[in-house]
Structure formats: C-alpha cells, structure tokens
C-alpha cells in the first residue's frame, strides 16, 4: 500500500513509530504495537504502529512518521512510501521462551541484545524480558552470553597499555563515592583507570551523578583515548558512550521498577569492564541489612559468579565483602556526595572518617594487585598519595580533562528547603537504616535535582545527645520536602 508521508514532527527517541488512519489500518489487518516495513526510493525501516481514530491525527491514505522513521528513510511531508506488513522479530519468540522458564541459547540472546541496540523491541517486550530474567533467573552458559553479547554489540576502548585498572560496587549503599576517591589515587600512581559508571537505578545518586557535579560525563569514545594519554584516567557516564549499548537500555526499565537481576547484574557489570579492556577489576559487594546482598553466603556466591566470568573475559578479579549496613560518608545526594568527595581528598577535617578508610584500604588493595606497590605497603602508599595533595592533583586533571572547572566544595550547595531531625533523648546511634535514607533522599528529588538529599551528621555508634542534630534532608521544594518527611518519621532513626 502506498500512502502519503505526514510529518509528526514528534521524536520518541529512540523507537520508530507511525501512525495509521484507522481505515487503512483495517485494510491491512494491522493493530497497535504490531509492525509495518516501510520503502522509499531503496531505503527501507521497520517501524511500530500506532492508530489514530480520528482524520485530525492522520487522514485515509495518509501515514504520520515520527523523527526517527523520516531520517531513517531520508523523506519528508507530502511523499510518498510503500507499506507492507512486518513481522516481529524472532527475539520475541526467545523472550516467550524466558518468560516459560526455558533457558535460552547464545544466539537467542544474541537476538535479543542485536534487537535492543537497533531499537527493534518495543518498550513492553522490553521490559518482558528484563522481567522474565528477573523472575526465572539466568544459569552460568545464560549469563556468560547475555556478557558476550552485551560487550560485543557496542564500541570497545582499547587502551594499548597494561594493567588497566578497574573497580566497581554492585551499589545498595547510600553515599558510597570511594571511587571517587580510589581513581583519583591510583592515578597519581600512575595506574591507568578507565572508570565508566552508571546513573542512580535505585538510589539517590550514582557515581555518575555525583561526578556530573564536578565536570561532564558524556565525553565522546574519540577523546577517552586522549585523556588516558593525558591523564590517566577518567570518571564517565557509560551510558554515554557505545560501550555495552543495549546494558544502558535494560538499565532504563529497571530504573521505574527499582530492580536489579542477579544475571543481568552480572553481565551489565563485567561487559562494561570488557568494553574498557580492564585487566584487573576489584569487585565490592557490600553486605548487611537493607544493602543487595544480605549476608556473606550471598556475596560469596556472587563472588563466584564474578570469578568466572572475570576468567573467561581474561579479566583478574578480586573480591572484596564490604559493611552495607549503613551508608558511607554523610552526604546522600550528587552536591552533597560530591563535597564529601573533595574534603577528602584534600583532606579537610569535614572529611567523612569513613569514606577516607575505606578508599585508602581499596586503592592499597589495588596498588598491591597491580604491582603498583610491594605485598603489605599498599595501604600505606594509598595514604601518602593522599596526605601528599598527589590524589587531590590528579583529580583536579581529571576533572580540567573532562571539561569541569577547578573543584571548590564550598561552592557545592544543598537545596534551600530544609528538614532537621533531632535526637529526642541521650544515647548512641544503634540504626541508620540505608533502604530508608536512600527513600528519603530520593523523595526529596535526588538525583534529578542533584543538590537535594540527605546530610548524616550523625552516623552509626556515635553519640548523641537530646536536642543535637542527627540529619538534615534537603530539597528544592516544599512539596518534595513533604514526602521526604513523612517517610522519615514513619520510620525514624533509633536511638539506644
């Protein structure tokens, strides 16, 4: 059938849609979500219905073509394409088979991942499988394809020197910004750290937040080689660039959801440190309750998982089991995280006591990994890089290459509308829940409004006495505030 082009002037972007008349959408037996093949000229898109039951949306004979389908087929308003009915990509049939329960070969998943990045799935077929790995879980031959793939279908950084350094923490814990801190370190020792992170999906800030802060994070793959040359390392947003395309994609329908598949996990995290051609990856899993992981068991077991795949990929892993038990630094939020981040590194006594012990314990761990630094000594070179001001100058590099401006953390300020919660009676902070503070600071509209938040002036086993502050939450609006509050008090702190 042919029909005339109508310009929506509407992008959705990323999924081709059009959009049908309903009388021509009858005549080819053609219904919302199905598929059409369009034609013009040799240049041919597949792209997703949709119906309009009215002659104002799109007129008999006509197709309304969003953005993406007019580039796609170099067209415009008033021409016209050929339309023929499409069938659905043979992922989906993959995707039912997940849904069963069935396990899924290395070219089913393929499928799927090559249909995500090329925007061939539809947002509900999609999150069906995102759900269906969720429900149904993923064995090793699953995860170790659904890595391959992922890595595979995207650009990948190489780096011709070695080691290449790599860290990363499976998250859960609010405030917990020691890569910040840990990069900055290792490259003052000349460790090379292609450091790609990923937005807040449960939390109120991701690395890549907080460093979005401090300088951009959308940096192009062509200048990455040209900061490591430079620098040494960078601190991105990896969703930014096309490395592991599709994982950014799944990581958008997990988002809404607040979910985080075991085998999805996996993959999303050791396809990234493929793509960056890692060498050497310290893995965290923080523990405890109200963190992903509740216990040792779990970690262990996820720490095998990560050995695995480390060995496949020719990736060294070690492991590292963290306290998630309550947050780490004080600032929850991107302004807040990324102040924490500067004091400590220029070792401000506002510097939280925490993130500076557990940054120097991991960078001398990774020193010693590498052979940056003797069995033993890691620990104390980490603390000299950082006492010396080296960390503090190398981070300043990194943000002048990634385009920021030289940090000052006293021009990092939290929202105006304010909430203090004060201790009602003498005693010790005994639970500093992270589930609930992670709730809180994104309530208050972190990390969207990246200077909204939660400040812990008071953190777990430390005293307190009635009337003293225990934390303060910001947010940009009274509103916003409102709900922050009414999940804090619902809850509260304890106090013993």
């Given at each position: 059938?042919k029909l005339?082009?109508k310009?929506?002037?509407?992008?959705?972007?990323d999924?081709?849609?059009?959009?049908?008349?309903?009388k021509d959408?009858?005549?080819?037996?053609?219904?919302?979500?199905d598929?059409?093949?369009?034609n013009?000229?040799?240049?041919?898109t597949?792209?997703?219905?949709?119906?309009?039951?009215?002659?104002k949306a799109v007129?008999?004979?006509h197709?309304?073509?969003?953005?993406?389908?007019?580039?796609?087929?170099?067209?415009?308003h008033?021409?016209?394409?050929n339309?023929?009915v499409?069938?659905k990509?043979?992922?989906?049939?993959?995707?039912?088979?997940?849904l069963?329960?069935?396990h899924l070969?290395?070219k089913?998943?393929e499928?799927?991942?090559r249909?995500i990045?090329?925007?061939?799935?539809?947002d509900?077929?999609l999150?069906?499988f995102v759900?269906?790995?969720?429900?149904r879980?993923?064995n090793?031959?699953?995860i170790v394809?659904?890595?391959?793939s992922?890595?595979?279908?995207?650009?990948?950084?190489?780096?011709k020197?070695?080691?290449?350094?790599?860290?990363?923490?499976?998250g859960g814990?609010p405030g917990?910004r020691?890569?910040?801190v840990?990069v900055?370190?290792?490259?003052a020792?000349?460790?090379?750290v292609?450091?790609?992170s990923?937005?807040a999906?449960?939390?109120?800030?991701?690395?890549?937040?907080?460093?979005?802060?401090?300088a951009?994070?959308q940096?192009p793959?062509?200048?990455?080689?040209?900061?490591?040359?430079?620098?040494?390392g960078?601190?991105?947003?990896?969703g930014?660039?096309?490395?592991?395309?599709a994982?950014d994609?799944?990581?958008?329908?997990?988002?809404p959801?607040?979910?985080?598949?075991?085998g999805q996990?996996?993959a999303?995290?050791m396809?990234?440190k493929?793509?960056?051609?890692a060498?050497h990856?310290?893995?965290?899993?923080p523990?405890?309750r109200?963190?992903?992981?509740?216990?040792?068991?779990?970690?262990k077991?996820l720490?095998?998982?990560?050995?695995e795949?480390?060995n496949?990929l020719?990736i060294?892993v070690?492991?590292?089991i963290a306290d998630?038990?309550q947050?780490?630094?004080?600032g929850?939020?991107?302004?807040?995280?990324?102040?924490d981040?500067?004091?400590?590194?220029k070792?401000?006594?506002r510097a939280p006591?925490?993130l500076?012990?557990?940054?120097?314990e991991?960078?001398?761990?990774?020193?010693?990994?590498t052979?940056?630094?003797?069995?033993?000594?890691?620990?104390a070179?980490?603390?000299?890089?950082?006492?010396?001001?080296?960390?503090?100058?190398?981070?300043?590099?990194i943000?002048?290459?990634?385009?920021g401006?030289?940090?000052?953390?006293?021009k990092?300020?939290p929202?105006?509308?304010?909430?203090?919660?004060?201790?009602?009676k003498?005693?010790?902070?005994?639970t500093?829940?992270?589930a609930?503070?992670a709730?809180v600071?994104?309530?208050?509209?972190?990390?969207?409004d990246?200077d909204?938040g939660v400040y812990l002036h008071?953190?777990?086993g430390e005293?307190?006495?009635?009337?003293?502050r225990i934390?303060?939450?910001?947010?940009?609006?009274?509103?916003?505030?409102?709900?922050?509050?009414k999940?804090?008090l619902k809850?509260?702190?304890?106090?013993?």
């Open positions: 059938m005339t082009v310009d929506m002037d509407i992008a959705t972007g999924v081709k849609v059009v959009l049908l008349n309903e959408a009858r005549l080819l037996d053609l219904h919302p979500m598929r059409v093949a369009l013009r000229n040799g240049r041919k597949i792209a997703i219905v949709d119906v309009g039951e009215s002659r007129l008999p004979g197709i309304g073509l969003f953005e993406e389908v007019l580039d796609e087929l170099s067209t415009k008033g021409e016209v394409v339309v023929e499409a069938s990509p043979e992922s989906i049939g993959a995707i039912k088979r997940k069963d329960g069935k070969t290395p089913e998943i499928s799927i991942i249909d990045v090329d925007n061939k799935l539809t509900i077929e999150t069906s759900i269906a790995t969720y429900t879980g993923m090793t031959k699953e394809s659904l890595t391959r992922l890595a595979q279908t995207g650009d990948v950084l190489r780096i020197k070695y080691p290449v350094v790599d860290l990363h923490s499976i814990v917990n020691s890569t910040m840990i900055p370190i290792l490259v020792a000349g460790c090379i292609p450091k790609t990923s937005r999906i449960t939390s109120p800030s991701g690395t890549a937040d907080t460093m979005e802060v401090l951009p994070v940096i793959l062509r200048k990455l080689n040209k900061i490591i040359d430079d620098v040494g960078f601190i991105i947003w990896g930014a660039v096309n490395l592991a395309p994982d994609k799944i990581i958008n329908i997990e988002h959801l607040s979910i985080d598949a075991e996990m996996l999303s995290i396809a990234k493929a793509s960056v051609g060498t990856l310290l893995m965290e899993i523990i405890g109200g963190a992903k992981v509740p216990d040792k068991r779990g970690a077991h720490a095998k998982h990560f050995a795949l480390g496949i020719h060294k070690k492991t590292v998630g038990s947050p780490v630094g004080r929850i939020g991107p302004v807040l995280e990324a102040r981040v500067l004091w400590t590194l070792e401000d006594k006591q925490d500076v012990s557990k940054s120097v991991q960078a001398g761990i990774l020193l010693e990994f052979g940056k630094s003797k069995p033993g000594k890691g620990k070179l980490a603390q000299q890089l950082l006492s010396t001001g080296a960390a503090w100058g190398a981070m300043c590099k943000i002048e290459a990634q385009g401006k030289p940090p000052n953390p006293e990092l300020l929202a105006r509308e304010t909430f203090t919660l004060k201790a009602k003498n005693g010790k902070i005994k500093i829940e992270t609930l503070i709730k600071g994104r309530l208050a509209g972190a990390p969207l990246p909204a008071k953190t777990c005293p307190v006495h009635k009337g003293e934390l303060t939450v910001y947010a940009r609006n009274k509103n916003k505030l409102a709900f922050a509050i999940a804090l809850e509260r702190v304890e106090i013993i």
